[in-house]
């Protein structure tokens, strides 16, 4: 089976537009969206209503849908998350917001397990930022591979032979002896200086994860962000990739 893995799409319909335009031509049988669909971006109606319409897909929550359906606290927020959520709550259809509601903090696929930021607490949506954070989560992992998001940096944090090693973008080999904490980046708002839209493909076959980047139309989608008079940072930090 090959899965298709995107995160923090953040209302960004021109990055994943594009990035399903290139898992189209990956032999996909099965998608998944490891949280904050919505947040930041001008279209998170459009953005959620693509997701949906991936079969067969699993769909798991971020802090921008908890914050979107006032479950966590938006002062922790930072000034721009927090005015864009308060947009976003008003933009989007109960319908939508119904359906963000269904989605469940942690999945078990089977060899891997899915959760926005981290395994402790998801709940409080920590951040693995470091190797020392990833193997305090590889403590809680019960299977091989736990895909993450949150921090907007596609990287793989691994531990094979009592080694710790962390590995920039690229790809991986699994093995089962191993525990891989792979962050898929960000489909529409990357922070690792890598302005292109991230995403990944796992073979569980192969045992083989790569991470993936492909360039998308930044400037039409941070025009949008201007026009619905959200923060000008937002639409700024896109061309940077910060
Ligand atoms: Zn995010």
Redesign the pocket.
Known sequence: MRYGLV??I?GNLEALETVLKALSKESIDRYISL??IV?YGAEPEACVALVRSLEPMASIA???EWGALALTDIENFNEYAREAILWTRRVLSRECLEYLRSFKLVCEGGRFTMVHGSLNSPERFSYILDIDDAHENMKSMTAPVCFI??T?FAEIFYCEDGKLKRVAGSGVKIRKDGRYVVNVG?VG?PRDGDPRAAYAVYDDEKETVEIERVSYDIESASRKIIKEGLPERLALRLFEGR
């Open positions: 995160a923090d953040h949280g904050d947040g971020g802090n921008h998001g949150h907007h960000s708002q």
